[in-house]
Protein backbone atom coordinates (compact mmCIF):
# COMPACT_ATOMS: atom_id res chain seq x y z
CA UNK A 1 0.00 0.00 0.00
CA UNK A 2 2.94 2.19 -0.40
CA UNK A 3 2.45 5.52 -1.64
CA UNK A 4 -1.26 5.20 -2.11
CA UNK A 5 -4.03 6.37 0.27
CA UNK A 6 -7.68 6.26 -0.29
CA UNK A 7 -10.41 8.15 1.69
CA UNK A 8 -12.51 7.53 3.18
CA UNK A 9 -11.77 3.62 3.99
CA UNK A 10 -15.10 3.20 5.42
CA UNK A 11 -18.79 4.92 4.26
CA UNK A 12 -22.35 3.95 4.63
CA UNK A 13 -24.72 6.41 2.90
CA UNK A 14 -28.33 6.36 1.49
CA UNK A 15 -29.75 5.59 -2.11
CA UNK A 16 -29.71 8.38 -3.88
CA UNK A 17 -27.03 10.57 -1.91
CA UNK A 18 -23.42 11.80 -3.80
CA UNK A 19 -20.78 9.64 -2.84
CA UNK A 20 -16.83 10.90 -4.03
CA UNK A 21 -14.09 7.97 -2.92
CA UNK A 22 -10.40 9.64 -3.26
CA UNK A 23 -7.33 7.87 -3.81
CA UNK A 24 -4.50 10.01 -3.24
CA UNK A 25 -0.70 9.32 -4.68
CA UNK A 26 3.06 9.91 -3.73
CA UNK A 27 4.99 7.92 -6.54
CA UNK A 28 4.20 10.38 -9.59
CA UNK A 29 2.85 7.59 -11.31
CA UNK A 30 1.40 8.44 -14.84
CA UNK A 31 -1.67 5.72 -14.72
CA UNK A 32 -4.45 5.16 -12.18
CA UNK A 33 -7.54 3.31 -12.00
CA UNK A 34 -10.72 2.09 -10.02
CA UNK A 35 -11.85 -0.73 -9.88
CA UNK A 36 -14.78 -2.89 -7.78
CA UNK A 37 -14.41 -5.98 -5.65
CA UNK A 38 -17.38 -8.12 -5.00
CA UNK A 39 -18.03 -12.03 -4.22
CA UNK A 40 -17.74 -13.88 -7.38
CA UNK A 41 -16.84 -11.26 -9.78
CA UNK A 42 -12.79 -10.63 -8.97
CA UNK A 43 -12.07 -7.11 -9.83
CA UNK A 44 -13.79 -4.88 -12.57
CA UNK A 45 -12.08 -1.82 -14.00
CA UNK A 46 -14.06 1.15 -13.73
CA UNK A 47 -12.60 3.88 -15.13
CA UNK A 48 -8.71 4.61 -15.53
CA UNK A 49 -6.67 7.45 -16.06
CA UNK A 50 -3.74 7.88 -18.28
CA UNK A 51 -2.65 11.37 -17.41
CA UNK A 52 -4.11 14.31 -15.96
CA UNK A 53 -7.42 15.14 -17.43
CA UNK A 54 -7.02 11.79 -19.66
CA UNK A 55 -9.56 8.91 -18.65
CA UNK A 56 -11.66 6.27 -20.13
CA UNK A 57 -14.15 4.12 -19.07
CA UNK A 58 -13.46 0.47 -17.78
CA UNK A 59 -15.90 -2.70 -18.10
CA UNK A 60 -18.63 -1.53 -15.52
CA UNK A 61 -18.65 2.42 -15.86
CA UNK A 62 -22.27 3.01 -15.66
CA UNK A 63 -23.31 5.24 -12.57
CA UNK A 64 -19.78 6.26 -11.85
CA UNK A 65 -17.59 9.56 -12.74
CA UNK A 66 -14.01 10.72 -12.58
CA UNK A 67 -11.93 13.53 -12.49
CA UNK A 68 -8.30 13.73 -12.60
CA UNK A 69 -6.71 17.38 -12.04
CA UNK A 70 -3.56 16.52 -10.68
CA UNK A 71 -1.08 13.75 -10.95
CA UNK A 72 -1.53 12.71 -7.59
CA UNK A 73 -5.78 12.63 -6.96
CA UNK A 74 -8.00 10.56 -8.94
CA UNK A 75 -11.48 10.95 -8.02
CA UNK A 76 -14.45 8.59 -8.11
CA UNK A 77 -18.07 9.83 -8.02
CA UNK A 78 -21.05 8.33 -7.62
CA UNK A 79 -23.75 10.91 -9.01
CA UNK A 80 -26.80 8.72 -7.35
CA UNK A 81 -25.66 6.09 -4.79
CA UNK A 82 -28.04 2.93 -5.68
CA UNK A 83 -27.70 -0.28 -3.58
CA UNK A 84 -26.17 -2.27 -6.47
CA UNK A 85 -22.98 0.27 -5.88
CA UNK A 86 -22.93 -1.27 -2.17
CA UNK A 87 -18.85 -2.84 -2.81
CA UNK A 88 -15.24 -2.39 -2.01
CA UNK A 89 -13.89 0.31 -4.35
CA UNK A 90 -9.95 -0.21 -4.82
CA UNK A 91 -7.58 2.47 -6.56
CA UNK A 92 -4.37 1.12 -8.33
CA UNK A 93 -1.60 3.32 -10.30
CA UNK A 94 1.19 2.01 -12.23
CA UNK A 95 4.19 3.41 -13.93
CA UNK A 96 3.90 2.19 -17.28
CA UNK A 97 1.14 1.24 -19.38
CA UNK A 98 1.97 -2.87 -19.51
CA UNK A 99 3.10 -2.72 -15.73
CA UNK A 100 2.59 -3.92 -12.88
CA UNK A 101 0.26 -2.07 -10.69
CA UNK A 102 0.00 -1.27 -6.68
CA UNK A 103 -2.91 -0.95 -4.94
CA UNK A 104 -4.46 0.99 -2.46
CA UNK A 105 -6.06 -0.57 0.63
CA UNK A 106 -9.41 -0.18 -0.56
CA UNK A 107 -12.63 1.69 0.51
CA UNK A 108 -15.68 0.08 1.53
CA UNK A 109 -19.01 1.00 0.46
CA UNK A 110 -22.28 0.38 1.46
CA UNK A 111 -25.98 1.89 0.13
CA UNK A 112 -28.36 1.84 2.30
CA UNK B 1 -17.14 -10.42 -18.73
CA UNK B 2 -13.78 -12.18 -17.23
CA UNK B 3 -10.80 -13.08 -19.44
CA UNK B 4 -9.05 -15.29 -16.96
CA UNK B 5 -10.87 -17.58 -14.97
CA UNK B 6 -8.86 -19.65 -12.04
CA UNK B 7 -9.03 -22.64 -11.18
CA UNK B 8 -9.71 -24.17 -8.51
CA UNK B 9 -11.71 -21.70 -6.75
CA UNK B 10 -10.44 -22.77 -3.49
CA UNK B 11 -7.66 -25.03 -2.55
CA UNK B 12 -6.67 -26.12 1.42
CA UNK B 13 -3.25 -27.58 1.87
CA UNK B 14 -0.92 -28.56 4.70
CA UNK B 15 2.21 -26.54 5.25
CA UNK B 16 5.10 -27.84 3.00
CA UNK B 17 3.01 -28.70 0.43
CA UNK B 18 3.17 -27.26 -2.97
CA UNK B 19 0.17 -26.03 -4.06
CA UNK B 20 -0.90 -24.88 -7.71
CA UNK B 21 -3.18 -22.75 -9.36
CA UNK B 22 -4.48 -22.29 -12.94
CA UNK B 23 -5.47 -19.91 -14.89
CA UNK B 24 -7.11 -19.65 -18.41
CA UNK B 25 -8.25 -16.63 -20.96
CA UNK B 26 -9.56 -16.04 -23.91
CA UNK B 27 -8.00 -13.82 -26.08
CA UNK B 28 -4.23 -13.15 -26.99
CA UNK B 29 -2.10 -10.95 -24.67
CA UNK B 30 0.63 -9.03 -24.18
CA UNK B 31 1.57 -10.26 -20.73
CA UNK B 32 -0.03 -11.97 -17.46
CA UNK B 33 0.59 -11.07 -14.01
CA UNK B 34 -0.35 -12.84 -10.84
CA UNK B 35 -1.49 -10.87 -7.65
CA UNK B 36 -1.88 -12.03 -4.41
CA UNK B 37 -4.95 -10.66 -1.61
CA UNK B 38 -4.67 -11.30 1.58
CA UNK B 39 -8.16 -10.68 3.62
CA UNK B 40 -9.05 -7.14 3.67
CA UNK B 41 -6.19 -5.85 1.72
CA UNK B 42 -5.37 -4.75 -1.44
CA UNK B 43 -3.98 -6.76 -3.85
CA UNK B 44 -0.01 -7.33 -4.39
CA UNK B 45 1.88 -8.03 -7.82
CA UNK B 46 3.54 -11.22 -7.50
CA UNK B 47 4.79 -11.97 -10.75
CA UNK B 48 4.89 -10.65 -14.35
CA UNK B 49 5.00 -12.71 -17.33
CA UNK B 50 5.21 -11.53 -21.30
CA UNK B 51 3.52 -13.40 -24.03
CA UNK B 52 6.83 -14.74 -25.78
CA UNK B 53 8.15 -16.12 -22.15
CA UNK B 54 7.46 -19.12 -21.32
CA UNK B 55 8.54 -19.75 -17.79
CA UNK B 56 9.38 -17.37 -14.40
CA UNK B 57 10.54 -17.70 -11.29
CA UNK B 58 10.64 -15.42 -8.25
CA UNK B 59 11.48 -17.21 -4.78
CA UNK B 60 9.56 -19.68 -4.20
CA UNK B 61 6.91 -18.93 -6.87
CA UNK B 62 6.71 -20.44 -10.05
CA UNK B 63 5.39 -19.27 -13.30
CA UNK B 64 4.47 -20.74 -16.79
CA UNK B 65 2.74 -19.76 -19.64
CA UNK B 66 1.02 -21.79 -22.51
CA UNK B 67 -0.19 -19.37 -25.27
CA UNK B 68 -1.06 -22.24 -27.38
CA UNK B 69 -3.41 -23.41 -24.73
CA UNK B 70 -4.31 -19.56 -23.32
CA UNK B 71 -3.57 -21.07 -19.98
CA UNK B 72 -0.83 -20.07 -17.27
CA UNK B 73 -0.18 -21.68 -13.89
CA UNK B 74 1.65 -20.52 -10.69
CA UNK B 75 3.25 -22.84 -8.43
CA UNK B 76 4.19 -21.84 -4.45
CA UNK B 77 6.65 -24.27 -3.54
CA UNK B 78 6.80 -25.06 0.36
CA UNK B 79 4.04 -23.10 1.41
CA UNK B 80 3.63 -21.58 4.67
CA UNK B 81 0.95 -20.52 6.73
CA UNK B 82 1.42 -16.63 5.61
CA UNK B 83 0.83 -17.61 1.97
CA UNK B 84 -2.91 -18.49 3.03
CA UNK B 85 -4.83 -15.98 0.47
CA UNK B 86 -6.70 -15.19 -2.30
CA UNK B 87 -4.69 -15.28 -5.88
CA UNK B 88 -5.86 -13.57 -9.22
CA UNK B 89 -4.42 -13.86 -12.16
CA UNK B 90 -4.76 -10.34 -14.84
CA UNK B 91 -4.10 -10.19 -17.94
CA UNK B 92 -3.38 -7.61 -20.46
CA UNK B 93 -4.68 -7.69 -24.18
CA UNK B 94 -2.75 -7.66 -27.22
CA UNK B 95 -5.20 -5.34 -28.87
CA UNK B 96 -7.00 -4.16 -25.38
CA UNK B 97 -3.39 -2.38 -23.84
CA UNK B 98 -3.71 0.61 -20.89
CA UNK B 99 -5.75 -2.26 -18.77
CA UNK B 100 -5.62 -5.32 -17.04
CA UNK B 101 -8.44 -7.72 -17.04
CA UNK B 102 -8.96 -9.63 -13.52
CA UNK B 103 -9.97 -13.09 -12.99
CA UNK B 104 -12.02 -14.47 -10.21
CA UNK B 105 -9.55 -15.71 -8.26
CA UNK B 106 -8.34 -19.00 -6.08
CA UNK B 107 -8.60 -18.96 -2.40
CA UNK B 108 -5.38 -20.36 -1.03
CA UNK B 109 -5.84 -21.66 2.38
CA UNK B 110 -2.32 -23.30 3.87
CA UNK B 111 -2.88 -25.13 7.38
CA UNK B 112 -0.10 -25.31 9.84
Known amino acids: DAGITQSPRHKVTETGTPVTLRCHQTENHRYMYWYRQDPGHGLRLIHYSYGVKDTDKGEVSDGYSVSRSKTEDFLLTLESATSSQTSVYFCAISESRSGEQYFGPGTRLTVT | ?112
Not at chain 2, 14 to 23: I, S
Not at chain 2, 32 to 48: C, F, K
Not at chain 2, 61 to 81: G, H, Q
Request: glycine share 8%; proline share 2%.
Open chain 2, 1 to 112: SQQGEEDPQALSIQEGENATMNCSYKTSINNLQWYRQNSGRGLVHLILIRSNEREKHSGRLRVTLDTSKKSSSLLITASRAADTASYFCATEGAYNTDKLIFGTGTRLQVFP
